[in-house]
């Protein structure tokens, strides 16, 4: 029987304006992978996340050489060296309703576009645009009540959400990732602050500026309820509560820090307050905000675009000055293949630093990276040819138990992408006869 005296999975601690979703803790029974249950222990909940990089990668530097267990990183792969155990390579799978098929330019567009709904975006620069729902706003629609917010849909790099950006395709196909439905692109937020407040706060925008010009933390205005619950807890769990309070000020600290530095313009347009001005600090606080917010369970269901698709950003922070677009149509000149893969290895290095910090985190009987499915690519393959098949994928986490990393799979060339889509959405518990142009659901995830 139900234990009465357990903490509720869902208590939050709550001050004026403020929500504050706790970790797990002892307290709250035991937490087990899927497998494992008993009437006593709640089965974890499974995560999933979306990176998305853009134009594509130097397949020659990405893609291993051996199949199976015994595979060698390649040279972009290397940064995940430290999490290679938690790692699925998957290679030959393809995104066809990225290509052309009869509707001519607009690769960019239409990979973004198609990458997690399997469906071929409408040619216009309208405002009838049109896709299909992702697989990210399924589980949202399934799994979303839950938890506080049904998906959380965040980037570093702002885009229109209308106008012409490729070859005749509105610039919405090329900067959004998230469709709730054909017709209902979800916009993200590419800033910090923001992504926060959304996680903690209930309070209002005016009352929201006040509490910051006084400088103080959320967690300031939670302080008697924390105390409180503290003095219930075990001598772990008030451990684990301070080190979750304590990632949470950091990332406070460090949005603030950004917002108090100058600002430099992107893409014409002035970076909004709390953006850091470097990029790579840019990404690592929003792989930071999707920790806590699986850690918290705040949400279950995140998309993250790095850069948008056909992105012409520098990166000069890493001796590649030239604008990312232009370095991918590279007509097969050695040096800026080179170049390209400096910046695929950036990325990677970037989710990198998001699976070991999920790592770092203990959740009942493993790790949130346990208790993940982190899906990373891109829905151009080779930036040059616009190819669209034999993608740049990788899958990270257990899943609770449903996955068995530390493997590169080979599919057969053409196996739809939305087929791994819908093996994810299985492993959430969630049915769906078909997503997009999915044949049926990807085998081989689980040995």
């Known amino acids: 029987m139900p234990n009465a005296n357990l903490l509720s999975r869902r208590t939050v601690l709550r001050g004026l304006g403020v929500a504050v979703s706790l970790p797990w803790l002892e307290a709250m029974g035991p937490l087990v992978a899927w497998g494992n249950t008993t009437p006593r222990a709640k089965p974890a909940p499974n995560r999933m996340a979306f990176l998305y990089v853009p134009n594509g990668a130097n397949m020659a530097d990405w893609t291993p050489q051996a199949e199976g267990t015994d595979f060698e990183l390649s040279p972009i792969l290397e940064p995940l060296a430290p999490v290679r155990e938690h790692l699925l390579v998957l290679s030959g799978l393809t995104a066809d309703k990225a290509r052309p098929n009869g509707d001519g330019g607009g690769d960019h567009a239409r990979a973004l576009g198609a990458f997690l709904t399997g469906t071929q975006p409408r040619k216009t620069a309208g405002t009838d645009i049109r896709a299909g729902i992702s697989v990210d706003q399924v589980a949202a629609g399934r799994i979303g009540e839950q938890t506080w917010l049904p998906s959380l849909e965040i980037g570093c790099e702002a885009g229109a959400m209308a106008g012409n950006c490729d070859s005749g395709y509105s610039c919405v ?13 979800l916009p993200k937020e590419v800033n910090p602050k923001s992504v926060f407040e959304r996680m903690f706060s209930t309070t209002p925008s005016a009352a929201r500026a006040e509490r910051d010009a006084r400088r103080k933390s959320v967690l300031d205005f939670v302080r008697e309820d924390s105390q409180d619950l503290a003095g219930r807890l075990g001598a772990n769990d008030r451990r684990k509560l301070d080190e979750y309070f ?20 992107a893409s014409g347009y002035p970076a909004p307050a709390g953006v850091p001005r470097q990029y790579e600090e840019h990404v690592r606080l929003m792989c930071d905000l999707i920790a806590l917010a699986f850690q918290a369970d705040v949400t279950r269901v995140c998309t993250f675009v790095l850069a948008n698709e056909g992105s012409n950003r520098s990166y000069a922070f890493i001796d590649v000055p030239e604008g990312h677009h232009d370095l991918s149509h590279h007509g097969n000149d050695q040096a800026k293949k080179d170049k390209i893969r400096q910046i695929n290895t950036f990325h990677v290095r970037q989710l990198a630093y998001l699976l070991e910090k999920l790592r770092s985190i203990p959740e009942g009987d493993g790790t949130l990276l346990d208790h993940a499915m982190i899906a990373y690519g891109s829905g151009n393959s080779d930036g040059n040819r616009h190819n669209h098949d034999d993608l740049p994928i990788l899958l990270a986490g257990s899943g609770c138990g449903t996955i068995q990393p530390g493997r590169h799979l080979r599919y057969p060339n053409e196996t739809p992408l939305t087929n791994l889509w819908l093996a994810l959405l299985n492993r959430q518990s969630i049915e769906v006869a078909q997503l997009g142009d999915s044949t049926g659901v990807l085998q081989g995830l689980a040995r």
């Not at 196909?173 to 692109?185: D, G, L």
């Not at 949470?248 to 600002?263: F, H, L, N, T």
């Open 173 to 185: 196909y090329s900067s959004t990732m998230s469709w709730r439905s054909a017709t209902q692109p």
């Open 246 to 265: 304590s990632s949470i000020r950091d990332v406070e600290q460090r949005i603030a820090k950004s917002a108090e530095s100058p600002s430099l313009p």
